[in-house]
């Protein structure tokens, strides 16, 4: 069993030292904790998750989501790759799956969100996470607010489009959308990168928003900052989203990639039909 303490959450976002990884660091939740999930049910616990299914595309991503085992399940053991249980998002290659808005996807691939399930305002939103090699994979850890896009505020807590030394992090709202100035990369320290397990979070205050990765702080946005560009959207409720993309926009702004899939190469195409399209998330934490 998952370690899962009521008491302070202090050691796990605030204690790290050079000789730690994220790997050592367990979760403890406190008194104030809002929603919290280890996934050590048999499967997706749909009290808490949405999944998102073949009417959703957006930013031209070479998949379509598909509400399915095949995409969105839980695995213990050997298959949880060092965690004792674990959400699997899995890419995989169906040719000519669908046809949606006129495009052909060959690919399927899982997204899961907690919108009307659990919407928070301000507090700490935290994913422990283990993510594949390959350039074009696209996942993501995220908020949203539940109202129009971008009016409403998006919280980019974690976001890899395959160059396995850094994820981006990025906040988009009003006058600051899409190209976003609010943006940052991170760069692992030597030795580490996306494929170990690492713990991406953010604390959103009423005055600032503060990511973090293995409780490093790596960038601080405060709301002046913001509004220097345009209107604040962070004191509304937001929901989180995982997901699972495979190319499009930001991956091809990344790699320059054209063929045989925008933002896809066909090194990838094959790591996704060798099965190696897989995203692993230990637990997902909200405290107030």
């Given at each position: 069993?998952?370690?899962?303490?009521?008491?302070?959450?202090?050691?796990?976002?605030?204690?790290?030292?050079?000789?730690?990884?994220?790997?050592?660091?367990?979760?403890?939740?406190?008194?104030?904790?809002?929603?919290?999930?280890?996934?050590?049910?048999?499967?997706?616990?749909?009290?808490?998750?949405?999944?998102?299914?073949?009417?959703?595309?957006?930013?031209?991503?070479?998949?379509?989501?598909?509400?399915?085992?095949?995409?969105?399940?839980?695995?213990?053991?050997?298959?949880?790759?060092?965690?004792?249980?674990?959400?699997?998002?899995?890419?995989?290659?169906?040719?000519?799956?669908?046809?949606?808005?006129?495009?052909?996807?060959?690919?399927?691939?899982?997204?899961?969100?907690?919108?009307?399930?659990?919407?928070?305002?301000?507090?700490?939103?935290?994913?422990?996470?283990?993510?594949?090699?390959?350039?074009?994979?696209?996942?993501?850890?995220?908020?949203?607010?539940?109202?129009?896009?971008?009016?409403?505020?998006?919280?980019?807590?974690?976001?890899?489009?395959?160059?396995?030394?850094?994820?981006?992090?990025?906040?988009?709202?009003?006058?600051?959308?899409?190209?976003?100035?609010?943006?940052?990369?991170?760069?692992?320290?030597?030795?580490?990168?996306?494929?170990?397990?690492?713990?991406?979070?953010?604390?959103?205050?009423?005055?600032?928003?503060?990511?973090?990765v293995d409780g490093r702080l790596i960038y601080r946005v405060t709301k002046p900052m913001v509004e220097h560009y345009g209107e604040w959207a962070f004191d509304n409720p937001k929901y989180l989203?995982?997901?699972?993309?495979?190319?499009?926009?930001?991956?091809?702004?990344?790699?320059?990639?054209?063929?045989?899939?925008?933002?896809?190469?066909?090194?990838?195409?094959?790591?996704?039909?060798?099965?190696?399209?897989?995203?692993?998330?230990?637990?997902?934490?909200?405290?107030?």
């Amino acid at each position: 069993m998952k370690h899962f303490f009521l008491k302070s959450f202090l050691l796990f976002v605030f204690i790290f030292s050079g000789s730690s990884h994220a790997q050592d660091i367990s979760v403890e939740t406190a008194t104030d904790t809002l929603f919290f999930d280890d996934f050590s049910q048999s499967s997706l616990d749909r009290e808490k998750w949405n999944v998102v299914g073949t009417d959703f595309w957006v930013n031209n991503e070479q998949q379509i989501y598909v509400d399915s085992t095949a995409t969105v399940f839980t695995v213990k053991g050997d298959d949880a790759q060092g965690a004792e249980s674990a959400l699997m998002l899995k890419a995989h290659y169906s040719p000519d799956y669908i046809t949606y808005r006129g495009n052909d996807f060959d690919f399927i691939s899982g997204r899961i969100n907690t919108r009307d399930k659990v919407m928070f305002t301000y507090g700490t939103a935290s994913a422990r996470m283990k993510l594949p090699a390959g350039s074009g994979f696209w996942p993501a850890f995220w908020a949203l607010g539940g109202g129009d896009w971008p009016d409403t505020g998006e919280i980019d807590i974690m976001e890899y489009v395959g160059e396995t030394d850094w994820i981006g992090v990025a906040l988009h709202g009003p006058e600051y959308s899409g190209e976003t100035p609010l943006v940052n990369k991170y760069f692992f320290p030597e030795g580490e990168d996306v494929t170990d397990w690492h713990v991406y979070s953010v604390d959103w205050t009423k005055d600032g928003i503060y990511f973090k990765v293995d409780g490093r702080l790596i960038y601080r946005v405060t709301k002046p900052m913001v509004e220097h560009y345009g209107e604040w959207a962070f004191d509304n409720p937001k929901y989180l989203i995982l997901n699972l993309a495979l190319g499009g926009a930001y991956p091809y702004k990344t790699n320059g990639v054209e063929k045989p899939y925008n933002g896809l190469p066909e090194s990838t195409v094959q790591l996704i039909k060798e099965g190696k399209a897989e995203v692993l998330i230990d637990w997902v934490l909200i405290r107030n």
